[in-house]
Every structure is written in C-alpha cells, then in structure tokens.
C-alpha cells in the first residue's frame, strides 16, 4: 500500500510559462489532482492559445533516468492506465473524473530517483516543417500572453525567438533560414530543451526575432518541440 507523502506545490517562471509544479519524494508518485489543477489552467485560459500545446512533463532529478521504456502510470482503486513519454518526457494528461474523484496517483512504470511533473508549454508543429517567421513570433506572443496570466512577473520579459529542439538520433538535426531566394543554414548547439532540465545534449536551433520578420524557417526533420525564448 502507497504511504501519503508530503506534496510540495510551488510556481516558477519556467521558459515558457509561470506553473504549478509538483514534487515527488521518497514514495515516487505525485497527486493525479495536483497535475490536473496545473493542466486544467490552460484548458480554461482564455486568451488567445491555437498555436500552442500544453503537455504534462516529468522531469527527473538525474540526468540518463529516462530512456524509451520509459512511462507514466496513473493509479486508482479502479483505474489503471499507461501514459507513453515521448523523448522530452512529456505526455497528454487526460483528464479523468474517475482519477480525480479517486484521488488517483502518478507514478513512473519504474524508480527515477526523485521527479517533478509540470505543464509545459510548446508551440504547434507543422506536418510540412515550414514555419513563416511571422506566425513563429505570433505564438511566441501567445504563449507569453499565457506565461503572463499565471506569472506576474513575465510582464517584464518580452518574445525573443524561438528554440527548436531535435531528437538526439536525428539524421539531420538543423534548420534553415529562407529569405527571399537565399537561404541561411542556422547553427545547431547542445543545450536543454526547457530551462532547468538535467538533460542539456539535445540539438537545438535558436532563432532570434528580426525587426523584419518576412521570412520562412524550414527543418530538415521534425523537431521534438519549439519553445518560445522569453528575455
């Protein structure tokens, strides 16, 4: 039987977005309904958001703790269901009346040593991996939009750019930067994904805003997430 530990909820300016964060300790499991109450603010924000995603992220204290085998299980009296992490560690959180009303748990398929499950905040990826600079900057101004109904603070930041965050297998990590008939290759460098990530070997491309953003951003695979550059 689960022994109840103590649940730490705290906020923090992440990259993207000022959120509820929860902790787990000893028992390895976090409150299905501490990660709800962090989700759920996106769903009811009310700004505008359609070309973001929000997913939930577990985050482990240790660097190497997640490989593909890899999950997230959430436990009821009555319920058990899997939840697949892709190569960033986050997953959809479905929101399940059952899991709350049953004071369900979150817990890895398997020890981590200690983790943190927070929501964050992605800009939508297209199929056809061509972005106009333009709607790049429109996202990252939605997301701050969002950052800043939870997080005073972010009132001062402004959207700089943008991160694109590739898989560490893929063929061809990178991007490029078409204006008009010329194209920029961008550099590609080794950092986290997100702020505060233990895992700081993924490719990523960082592309900083321009007065004149009439310009198309083109991958050469598709990236794991796009996260919106805040300064």
């Not at 960033?88 to 983790?115: H, I, M, Q, S, W």
């Amino acid at each position: 039987m689960m022994q109840r530990v103590h649940h730490i909820a705290c906020v923090t300016l992440l990259l993207t977005a000022g959120v509820a964060v929860a902790q787990a300790h000893a028992g390895e499991w976090v409150s299905y309904r501490d990660a709800y109450r962090a989700m759920v603010v996106f769903d009811k924000y009310g700004g505008p958001k359609h070309l973001l995603h929000s997913q939930l992220q577990v985050r482990p204290r240790a660097r190497g703790m997640l490989d593909d085998a890899a999950s997230l299980l959430i436990k009821g009296r009555t319920l058990q269901t899997t939840l697949a992490l892709d190569a960033l560690g986050r997953t959809t959180l479905p929101l399940l009346k059952v899991a709350y009303d049953e004071n369900a748990v979150l817990a890895p398929n398997r020890p981590l040593g200690g983790f943190t499950v927070r929501p964050r905040i992605s800009l939508a990826l297209r199929a056809d991996g061509a972005y106009d600079t333009t709607e790049l900057r429109a996202a990252c101004e939605q997301a701050l939009g969002f950052a800043r109904h939870g997080d005073a603070s972010a009132r001062s930041q402004a959207c700089v750019g943008v991160r694109l965050v590739f898989a560490k297998t893929s063929p061809a990590a990178g991007a490029r930067l078409r204006t008009g008939g010329a194209d920029t290759v961008l550099p590609v460098t080794r950092a986290p994904a997100f702020a505060g990530d233990v895992d700081d070997d993924f490719p990523v491309v960082t592309y900083r805003f321009t007065p004149s953003d009439a310009a198309q951003l083109v991958t050469y695979n598709a990236p794991l997430a796009i996260v919106p550059v805040f300064e």
